[in-house]
């Protein structure tokens, strides 16, 4: 089996505004076909989106992720997505978000003989545009929009402006919001499907993903062969001029490779080849992403 690669690298994905009748719930509509040719599995990383698909002529929901979720998806297969908007899921399916986080349930097993009626309203299609109409024309007959949540979209809103320098995220949120800490964390859990800090973490992951994605296709065009993202790569290391290595160098203990101590002129001058590896092997390195975001990037990133 191949390699997975992101869910919009294989195949074609198109994307649009939600038709009038809809966009009280739904923020757009969207359609991802598989290659004809056959297509390696997908990986869709956490993003803070709920959509609605229409896969295999059925509905089922793909509820918020916490960890990147790896799809295989046939040859030619058809998805069609509509994508509620932030703090709308919960009262249109009924169902508090937390109950979904990470899923992908049949709407049957929410809706019973409701979601039969729903899908049985679809018209089949063999134009993807009038079969996407026909979807969205059901939903909106079938379904009226329900209240907005006003609060949980405000405080999405918030935290995609974020918080004062210096503020605590929580702590704004509950005076923003005229919240206590228990009702706001009760709140998020039942319209986003997790607290406050993933909901600001996730958002930024993207935005760095979004940063890192001319790098990956750098690697790719590289076939795999650029070594940039390779976890614990480092500098290449030029050889010591006296020939000896600092880690086999008894007169260098004192003086440990990673060490952050800023060495003084007459040290390096006395022992050049530390100077040396101080320069290339980068005594301390920035935070590494870490659990499952660091396992995305590998899988994604390095070469097999």
């Given at each position: 089996?191949?390699?997975?690669?992101?869910?919009?690298?294989?195949?074609?994905?198109?994307?649009?505004?939600?038709?009038?009748?809809?966009?009280?719930?739904?923020?757009?509509?969207?359609?991802?076909?598989?290659?004809?040719?056959?297509?390696?599995?997908?990986?869709?990383?956490?993003?803070?989106?709920?959509?609605?698909?229409?896969i295999g002529g059925s509905f089922r929901i793909a509820g918020p992720d916490k960890e990147p979720q790896t799809?295989?998806?046939?040859?030619?297969?058809?998805?069609?997505?509509?994508?509620?908007?932030?703090?709308?899921?919960?009262?249109?399916?009924?169902?508090?978000?937390?109950?979904?986080?990470?899923?992908?349930?049949?709407?049957?097993?929410?809706?019973?003989?409701?979601?039969?009626?729903?899908?049985?309203?679809?018209?089949?299609?063999?134009?993807?545009?009038?079969?996407?109409?026909?979807?969205?024309?059901?939903?909106?007959?079938?379904?009226?929009?329900?209240?907005?949540?006003?609060?949980?979209?405000?405080?999405?809103?918030?935290?995609?402006?974020?918080?004062?320098?210096?503020?605590?995220?929580?702590?704004w949120l509950m005076r923003a919001l005229e919240m206590s800490e228990r009702t706001l964390r009760r709140r998020?859990?039942?319209?986003?499907?997790?607290?406050?800090?993933?909901?600001?973490?996730?958002?930024?992951?993207?935005?760095?993903?979004?940063?890192?994605?001319?790098?990956?296709?750098?690697?790719?065009?590289?076939?795999?062969?650029?070594?940039?993202?390779?976890?614990?790569?480092?500098?290449?290391?030029?050889?010591?001029?006296?020939?000896?290595?600092?880690?086999?160098?008894?007169?260098?203990?004192?003086?440990?490779?990673?060490?952050?101590?800023?060495?003084?002129?007459?040290?390096?001058?006395?022992?050049?080849?530390?100077?040396?590896?101080?320069?290339?092997?980068?005594p301390w390195r920035p935070a590494q992403p870490r659990g499952a975001d660091y396992l995305a990037l590998s899988?994604?990133?390095?070469?097999?």
């Amino acid at each position: 089996m191949s390699d997975p690669v992101p869910a919009q690298a294989t195949g074609s994905f198109q994307q649009r505004p939600a038709s009038a009748r809809l966009r009280g719930s739904f923020a757009s509509v969207w359609v991802h076909r598989m290659d004809p040719a056959g297509s390696p599995p997908i990986v869709i990383m956490p993003d803070t989106t709920i959509d609605l698909q229409w896969i295999g002529g059925s509905f089922r929901i793909a509820g918020p992720d916490k960890e990147p979720q790896t799809e295989v998806l046939a040859a030619d297969e058809v998805v069609i997505g509509l994508r509620f908007h932030p703090a709308a899921a919960a009262a249109w399916l009924g169902v508090p978000q937390i109950e979904l986080v990470g899923k992908r349930l049949s709407l049957d097993d929410l809706w019973g003989a409701r979601a039969r009626r729903l899908a049985s309203r679809v018209r089949p299609s063999d134009s993807l545009e009038d079969l996407a109409c026909s979807l969205q024309q059901a939903v909106a007959e079938e379904v009226p929009a329900p209240a907005t949540d006003v609060p949980m979209q405000a405080a999405y809103r918030l935290i995609e402006r974020g918080p004062p320098p210096d503020a605590p995220l929580v702590p704004w949120l509950m005076r923003a919001l005229e919240m206590s800490e228990r009702t706001l964390r009760r709140r998020f859990d039942t319209s986003f499907g997790y607290g406050p800090k993933t909901l600001d973490r996730i958002p930024r992951y993207q935005r760095f993903l979004r940063l890192f994605e001319p790098l990956q296709q750098l690697h790719r065009h590289a076939g795999g062969r650029s070594g940039l993202f390779r976890p614990g790569a480092s500098c290449p290391r030029e050889p010591p001029p006296d020939g000896k290595h600092p880690a086999t160098d008894s007169s260098s203990a004192a003086l440990p490779v990673n060490s952050r101590r800023v060495l003084r002129p007459e040290e390096t001058a006395m022992k050049p080849h530390i100077r040396c590896d101080y320069r290339c092997r980068r005594p301390w390195r920035p935070a590494q992403p870490r659990g499952a975001d660091y396992l995305a990037l590998s899988r994604l990133a390095s070469p097999a």
